[in-house]
Each structure stands twice: as C-alpha cells, then as structure tokens.
C-alpha cells in the first residue's frame, strides 16, 4: 500500500469504486424498478378487468330486464 502521508483517514481526498459495486448497485435498482412496474401493471390489469366484467354485467342485466317487460 502507497503511503500518502495522511495521518487522519477522515481527510482522505479521494476514493476508488470498482466497476463491479457500480453494477451491482444498477442491478440493484433496475430490479428494484422491474418489480414496481411490475406491480403497477398488475394493479391496472386488475383494474381493467373489473372494468369489462362490470361492463359485460350490466349488458347481460339489461338485456334480462327488457325481455321480463
């Protein structure tokens, strides 16, 4: 190890990152991305599907009641 002749660590000016904790780290928040999107499209995919089944009711509902009259 090359001494720089710094007696305190706290006074350090400089620092080294690896490439691979960089790419961990964007792993990391791109995973953490697919899986919010992930539960967004479900949310509105549920969503969606109350909305047809609600739709699809109300038609058939309609339907039972003009052939009652």
Known sequence: MISR???NEDERDFSVTALK???QSVTSMIS???????AIAAVSLVVGAVGIANT?????????RKSEL
């Open 56 to 64: 699809m009711f109300t038609s058939v509902l309609e339907k039972t």
């Open 32 to 38: 953490s991305m697919t899986l919010f999107l992930g």
């Open 5 to 7: 002749h710094i007696s």
């Open 21 to 23: 904790s960089m790419a």
